[in-house]
C-alpha cells in the first residue's frame, strides 16, 4: 500500500482500511493485548476488546513513523535507535527471533541512513516509514503471543514516546482546528523545533539524543522492581509531555507574535 502511494496518492480513508486489515491479519494470527494486571489485583482480560486495543496500536504506531517523516535523515533515525532499543528489550524477555529481526532492521535502516542524511539522494516514503512503523509496532507482541499484557507494553511505548507524542498531539491540534485528523499541517515535532532557531543538524541532533534517553530508559526499567521501573518511566513521560508542551507554546507565541507584526 505504501508503495502504491508512493506513486499514485491514495485517499486517506482507503489507506486507513488497508492499514487497518493488515493490523487485524496480526490480531487474528493471536498477537494481542489481552489484559491489565495491576499489582495486587487479579488480571483483567479484555476479550474482544483486545482486538480493536491492538489495531489501534499497530495502525498508531505505523502511522506516528510516518509522521516524523519531514525532515531528511529525521524517521530513519529514530527508526534505528527505536528498533535497537526493542531488539534488546526482546533479548531481555528471552525473544531471540524478534530481536533478530529488530536488530536486522537496524542494518537494514541504517544503510538507507547514510544517504538520507541531509542533503538526502534517496528518501523513505511511505512504503518505508509505514512498514518500519508496522514491525516496530508488532515485535512486542511476539513475546508473549494472546497473553500480552499492557504494562508488557509500557517499555516499547516508552521507546516511541516522541512519535506517539506528535501524533497525540496532531490528532487533538486537528480536532480542536475542526479540520480531518488526516489532514497535513506544519506543527509537528521538526517544524516546532526548526521554528525555535535550530538547524537540520542540530535537529536530528537532539531528536536523536532524545530517542536514545527514552530506549535507555525503557531498557533499564526492565531490570528494576515493579514500582521503581513505573516511577522511572512515569517521569520520563511527564518531562517529554513538559517538554513538547513548552515548545508547541514557543512556537505558538513566535506566530503570535509575527501576527502583530504583520
Not at 65 to 70: A, K, M, R, T, Y
Request: net charge positive; hydrophobic share 55%.
Amino acid at each position: 500500500m505504501g508503495l502504491v502511494d508512493d506513486f499514485h496518492n491514495l485517499r486517506a480513508l482507503l489507506k486507513l482500511a488497508l492499514q487497518v486489515i493488515a493490523a487485524t491479519l496480526v490480531t487474528v494470527g493471536g498477537f494481542t493485548i489481552s489484559r491489565l494486571s495491576i499489582p495486587g489485583l487479579s488480571p483483567i482480560g479484555f476479550g474482544v476488546f483486545s482486538y480493536p486495543l491492538t489495531i489501534l496500536w499497530l495502525v498508531g504506531i505505523s502511522n506516528a513513523i510516518n509522521l516524523v517523516d519531514g525532515v531528511d535523515g529525521l524517521a530513519g533515525g529514530i527508526s534505528i535507535i527505536a528498533a535497537l532499543s526493542i531488539g534488546l528489550l526482546c533479548l531481555q524477555g528471552d525473544g531471540g527471533a524478534p530481536s533478530v529481526i529488530a536488530f536486522s532492521l537496524v542494518g537494514a535502516v541504517f544503510g538507507f541512513l547514510l544517504y538520507n542524511f541531509p542533503p538526502a539522494r534517496i528518501f523513505m516514503g511511505d512504503s518505508g516509514s509505514l512498514m518500519i512503523g508496522f514491525i516496530l509496532a508488532t515485535l512486542p507482541l511476539t513475546l508473549a503471543p494472546g497473553k500480552t499484557d499492557v504494562s508488557d507494553m509500557i517499555a516499547p511505548a516508552t521507546v516511541l514516546l516522541l512519535p506517539i507524542l506528535d501524533t497525540a498531539s496532531a490528532i487533538v491540534r486537528r480536532v480542536r482546528r475542526r479540520r480531518p485528523i488526516y489532514a497535513p499541517d506544519k506543527d509537528h515535532v521538526h517544524h516546532k523545533l526548526l521554528a525555535a532557531g535550530v538547524s537540520k543538524n542540530q535537529l536530528l541532533g537532539l531528536v536523536y539524543t532524545a530517542c536514545a534517553i527514552f530506549g535507555i530508559a525503557a531498557i533499564v526499567s526492565r531490570r528494576l522492581a515493579v514500582w521503581p521501573a513505573f516511577f522511572l518511566l512515569v517521569g520520563v513521560w511527564l518531562v517529554a509531555i513538559a517538554g513538547y508542551a513548552v515548545l508547541s507554546a514557543r512556537k505558538q507565541g513566535k506566530q503570535a507574535a509575527q501576527v502583530e507584526l504583520d
